[in-house]
C-alpha cells in the first residue's frame, strides 16, 4: 500500500456502510476516494456500466469538453496532476473517459462501486439515524450518509412532440450515445436542438450525412472553440506552477483563472472594444468565460452586454453566405451569455454547405414525428435518423427522479415543487445527513465543474470528519439557513440578466418546471469563503446532534 492507498475499510458486501454515494462521474469518483481515506465505509452505486458520469453518457460526434483540460482535470493529488499528459486544449469525450478510468484504477476504485445499479429510493429512518437506500437491482443498504453525486446534465430530455415511437428510423439522444458509434454515412439525419451538443455535433454529422436537416427553436452565440494540441512545453509550465493556477481558479468567478475585468464596457471606446472581442474570437488560447469576463458590467448592463452580442452577430454574418441564414442564425432575443454561451468548430461554416438546410421552428414549429421522419406545421420531411441534442432536466432532474424522502417521509421533489431551496446547495432541511455535490443554489454549472466539484467534495468530507470528531452523528440545515440562502441566490440572480432568458437555468426547457434561476451567480471564489467561514463558525445555519 502506498500512502495515497489506505487499507481497505469497507466490506464490500455489508448491508450498512458509513456513505452511500450515488452516481461515479467526476464526483462520485472523488466522494468515494476522499470518504474513504477518512475511514468511512463507502458504497457507490452507478447506473451506466462503467465510470466516467457526463463522459460515460455523451459519446456523441464531437463531444468534448470546453473548459481547458489544464483546468478540466483534478487537482487534489499532486502526483496524478503531474502523471496524466493531456493531448489537447479541449480533450474529446474518449481521452476524458480514459481519464476518469485511470482514476478509477489508480486509487483503486472499482472494489466499492456497484455498476449498473440505478438507486431507485432512499428514505429517512428517524429511529435509527440512517438512510435506507433501494436500488433497481434489489439492493437494500443503510447509511449514516447519502451524498447525491448524480450530476446537474444527466437527466435527459426527449422534447414532447407526438409521434416517436412510430419513427421507422433510427433515434438518439446526445446524451445516451450508443457505445459502438453511429455512422451516419449515406443517410439523410435530422437534428433537433442547438446548444452546447448539438453545436459540437452537428459539424461532424453534416461530414457524414447525405441531407442534414437542423431544427433550431432558439439560435445561440457559438463562439470559435480554437481547439489545438497541447504544446508540450505549454503543458510543462503549466504543471510547474499548477499550486498557483489551482487557487487562481479557486478565488475566481468562475472557476477558471482568468484575469479579472478592470472597467465597464461602456466606459471603453467603440475601437477599444472591438479591438478586445477580436482579441478573444481569434485567440488560440481563448476561454470559454473570456467574452462574459472582459468587463464588469457583461452579465448585469444589457447595453454593455448588446456589445459582445452585435459583435458575434456580425461575425456570424461574415461566416455564413445565405443573409436569411445568417440572420436565423443570430441571436436576438437573449443577452449574451445567459443561455451557456457554445464553443464550437466549423459551426457556422456547415450552414453554407450544399447538404445543410437550417428550419426555424419558432416559426415552423415541430408538429409530430411520423413514421418516416417529422412534419412541422409546414411542411413533411424524411429522414432515415433523427438525433435529439435537446438536453436535460437540469440541476434537479437527477435528484427529483430518486424518491427521497426525508423526515416525516417529505419527497423531496415534493418539498422542491414550487423550485429547489437548499443551504449553499449542499443540504436540504428536513433531510438530514444528505449532501448534494454541485446541488441548485450552488454555482456549479456556471462555474469549472471541476473546482466547483472538488471544493463541494472536500466540504462534504471535512463536515462528516468534523461530525465524528465531535462525537456527533447528524447534520441538518436549518430550515431559517435554507430560507435565507434560497432568498439570497434568487436575489443575487435577478441582479443579473440571466433571468431575462429562457433557459435551463431557469428551468424554462422543461414544460411545467417552475420558472427559478437554480445556479448561485455570487462567484466560484466568495461562495467558496461563505462555505468555508460557515464551517469555522460551527457550522452556522446546520443542527448538529
Ligand atoms: O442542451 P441544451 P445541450 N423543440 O439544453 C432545443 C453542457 N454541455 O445538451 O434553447 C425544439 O443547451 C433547445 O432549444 P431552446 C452545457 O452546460 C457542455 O446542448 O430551449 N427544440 C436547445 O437548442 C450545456 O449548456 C458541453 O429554445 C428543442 C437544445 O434543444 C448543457 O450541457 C457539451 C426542444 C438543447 O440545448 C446542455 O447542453 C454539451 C423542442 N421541443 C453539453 N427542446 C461542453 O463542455 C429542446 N430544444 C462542450
Not at 457583461?298 to 452577430?313: F, P
Request: glycine share 8%; aromatic share 10%.
Amino acid at each position: 500500500q502506498t500512502a495515497s492507498r489506505p487499507p481497505a475499510a469497507t466490506d464490500t458486501n455489508s448491508r450498512d456502510v458509513d456513505a452511500v454515494v450515488v452516481g461515479a462521474g467526476l464526483s462520485g469518483l472523488y466522494l468515494l476516494h476522499r470518504l474513504r481515506r477518512q475511514g468511512l465505509t463507502v458504497r457507490v452505486f452507478e447506473a451506466g456500466d462503467g465510470v466516467g458520469g457526463t463522459w460515460y453518457w455523451n459519446r456523441y460526434p464531437g463531444a468534448r469538453v470546453d473548459v481547458k483540460s489544464m483546468d478540466y482535470s483534478y487537482s487534489f493529488d499532486p502526483d496524478l496532476e503531474q502523471d496524466w499528459v493531456w493531448t489537447e486544449k479541449y480533450p474529446p469525450q474518449e481521452e476524458l473517459l480514459r481519464y476518469l478510468e485511470h482514476v478509477a484504477d489508480r486509487f483503486d476504485l472499482y472494489r466499492d462501486i456497484r455498476l449498473e445499479t440505478r438507486v431507485t429510493e432512499a428514505s429517512w429512518d428517524d429511529s435509527t439515524d440512517r438512510w435506507h437506500v433501494r436500488t433497481d437491482r434489489g439492493d437494500q443498504v443503510t447509511a449514516q450518509f447519502l451524498v447525491m453525486a448524480t450530476g446537474c446534465l444527466s437527466a435527459a430530455k426527449v422534447p414532447e412532440v407526438p409521434g416517436l415511437e412510430t419513427f421507422r428510423g433510427r433515434w438518439y439522444h446526445t446524451g445516451h450515445w450508443p457505445r459502438e458509434g453511429v455512422d451516419f454515412s449515406g443517410r439523410r439525419v435530422g437534428v433537433v436542438g442547438t446548444g452546447s451538443s448539438g453545436v459540437q455535433a452537428i459539424p461532424l454529422i453534416a461530414e457524414q450525412a447525405t441531407e442534414l436537416t437542423v431544427f433550431q427553436r432558439t439560435p445561440n452565440f457559438v463562439l470559435p472553440a480554437r481547439n489545438h494540441p497541447i504544446d508540450p512545453e505549454h503543458q510543462r509550465s503549466v504543471k510547474a506552477r499548477y499550486g498557483e493556477v489551482r487557487e487562481a481558479a479557486r478565488q475566481s468567478a468562475f472557476g477558471i483563472a482568468v484575469p479579472a475585468p478592470q472597467k465597464s464596457a461602456l466606459e471603453a471606446s467603440p475601437e477599444e472594444r472591438e479591438s478586445r472581442f477580436e482579441q478573444i474570437w481569434y485567440d488560440e488560447d481563448n476561454n470559454l468565460v473570456d467574452m462574459l469576463t472582459s468587463y464588469t458590467d457583461m452579465i448585469t448592463s444589457r447595453e454593455a452586454n448588446d456589445t459582445a452580442a452585435q459583435y458575434v452577430r456580425d461575425r456570424i454574418a461574415e461566416i455564413v453566405d445565405d443573409p436569411e441564414v445568417a440572420a436565423m442564425l443570430q441571436p436576438t432575443d437573449h443577452p449574451f451569455g445567459t443561455k451557456r454561451p457554445c464553443l464550437g468548430t466549423n459551426y457556422y461554416e456547415t450552414f453554407n454547405l450544399p447538404h445543410v438546410r437550417l428550419v426555424d421552428v419558432r416559426r415552423d414549429p415541430i408538429v409530430e414525428i411520423t413514421p418516416t421522419g417529422l412534419r412541422t406545421a409546414a411542411e413533411d420531411f424524411e429522414f432515415d435518423a433523427l438525433v435529439f441534442a435537446t438536453g436535460f432536466d437540469a440541476m434537479t432532474g437527477a435528484l427529483t427522479a430518486v424518491d427521497i424522502r426525508g423526515r416525516d417521509g417529505v419527497l423531496l421533489r415534493e418539498k422542491w415543487a414550487a423550485g429547489p431551496r437548499t443551504y449553499l446547495g449542499l443540504q436540504v432541511a428536513g433531510f438530514p445527513n444528505l449532501f448534494t455535490i454541485t446541488g441548485p443554489g450552488s454555482p456549479s454549472v456556471l462555474s469549472n465543474m471541476m473546482t466547483s466539484i472538488e471544493q463541494h467534495v472536500e466540504w462534504v468530507g471535512d463536515a462528516i470528519g468534523d461530525l465524528r470528531a465531535c462525537g456527533l452523528t447528524t447534520i441538518e440545515a436549518t430550515v431559517e439557513a435554507e430560507d435565507a440562502w434560497t432568498r439570497h441566490v434568487d436575489e443575487v440572480g435577478h441582479t443579473t440578466l440571466y433571468p431575462t432568458a429562457n433557459s435551463w437555468y431557469m428551468g424554462d426547457n422543461v414544460p411545467g418546471k417552475p420558472r427559478v434561476f437554480m445556479p448561485y451567480i455570487g462567484g466560484v471564489g466568495p461562495y467558496r469563503q461563505r462555505c468555508t467561514d460557515v464551517a469555522a463558525c460551527g457550522y452556522e445555519g446546520f443542527v448538529r446532534s
